[in-house]
């Protein structure tokens, strides 16, 4: 069986790697979306408090698919304050995510991989993403769910503040003698700066 640590972990491939991380993630959030009921909320809390010392922008949040962490009432909270809001849409499987303008109220149409934004909706260029994801790590990698989306999103606007977006306890184990405390990485895996949870925000500084 393949387990991390073991001879066969080191010599599997990327993708065989991370698909045991995503087989565990699922679950750990999966009852961690059970575990903490008041999460959104408490989500908008400290999302707010984050960006209150940054001017607002142009903001780009997700429609949570199945058991991710739901940052629409952060969304609404951060429209409050001048925020402009925005919703990733897939364009083609191998290119980079756009965004197109939303309100909270506004029609969605059901895409394949996602719920996007009415296709007449005013394409924008937003100064922040919130970042789905499955797990993170202590140096703040993170593992999405496969497509790629975001990883080719990120590597084409370097200046971006990404903000990761999960429940605590997707989190890998923190310690360093743990052989799941850092998620298996390819050459295009970037790390996040700052990853918000329920609990609060986790910083990882990165070497610029």
């Not at 923190?174 to 998620?183: E, I, Q, R, Y």
């Amino acid at each position: 069986m393949l387990t991390p640590g073991s001879a066969a972990w080191h010599t599997a491939p990327l993708e065989t790697r991370k698909a045991w991380h995503r087989r565990q993630a699922r679950v750990r959030r999966k009852l961690a979306a059970r575990a903490e009921p008041g999460s959104a909320l408490a989500l908008a809390a400290h999302l707010e408090s984050f960006l209150s010392k940054y001017p607002p922008g142009c903001l780009s949040g997700y429609w949570p698919q199945g058991m991710e962490l739901d940052p629409r009432p952060a969304m609404e909270r951060l429209a409050q304050r001048g925020w402009t809001l925005a919703l990733p849409v897939v364009e083609d499987m191998n290119k980079p995510l756009l965004f197109r303008q939303w309100s909270p109220g506004d029609t969605l149409v059901h895409a394949l991989f996602s719920t996007e934004p009415r296709p007449e909706a005013p394409l924008c260029d937003p100064n922040v993403i919130l970042v789905p994801l499955l797990a993170f790590d202590r140096v703040g990698q993170r593992l999405g769910q496969g497509g790629g989306f975001y990883d080719r999103t990120l590597a084409v606007r370097p200046g971006i503040l990404a903000i990761g977006i999960a429940f605590s306890d997707q989190a890998c184990p923190f310690d360093a003698d743990d052989p799941l405390s850092l998620l298996p990485v390819g050459p295009y895996d970037k790390p996040l700066s700052v990853i918000v949870t329920e609990r609060g925000c986790r910083h990882f500084p990165q070497e610029s």
